[in-house]
């Protein structure tokens, strides 16, 4: 997955998928700005298809649950050193087979695939930023666009912005 590959504008997908329990599936990656922290799934929008079969499949690979679009919660946008242009659509998944599924962690890319509680991720240091922002939004219910949050300066980001 060579940066080269993208071009300068990446799309890319992740999924926020929520069990009967409530409780939110997240993965803590082993590289790139979110290594070590608490995320949802998310990965690159491949050339042979749609950002809806790109997030169902990267849920797929990462945590082996099978799920289906409820819906889009939101999109982030950024450039990266006023260089790429790195887009993602967040979506709103629910499980398939009434949630009854076991978690198989794509051990070349993530330390861990879990549900978790929203009450846990408040109280873990390693819960991203992002996400943080989605589990206030889902409390709040709140829509419009935020130019005003840092995800970490590891990113690189010379401008940022949240649609939600």
């Not at 922290?37 to 169902?56: L, R």
Request: with cysteine.
């Amino acid at each position: 997955m060579g940066e080269h590959k993208r071009g300068n504008v990446w799309l890319a997908v992740a999924g926020l998928v929520v069990n009967s329990a409530g409780e939110w599936l997240v993965v803590k990656k082993k590289y790139g700005g979110l290594k070590g922290k608490w995320s949802i799934p998310a990965g690159f929008v491949e050339e042979n298809e749609t950002v809806d079969q790109a997030v169902i499949r990267e849920v797929l690979e990462e945590t082996g649950i099978s799920c289906q679009v409820q819906g889009i919660l939101g999109i982030r946008s950024g450039v990266i050193k006023d260089k790429i242009s790195d887009n993602m659509i967040i979506f709103s998944l629910k499980m398939n087979d009434d949630g009854v599924q076991t978690i198989i962690t794509q051990e070349d890319e993530l330390y861990e695939a879990t549900f978790k509680s929203p009450e846990e991720l408040k109280n873990d240091e390693k819960t991203s930023v992002l996400l943080r922002y989605y589990m206030e939004m889902q409390e709040n219910q709140l829509t419009s666009m935020n130019e005003d949050i840092n995800p970490g300066d590891q990113f690189g980001y010379t401008s940022y912005k949240l649609f939600y």
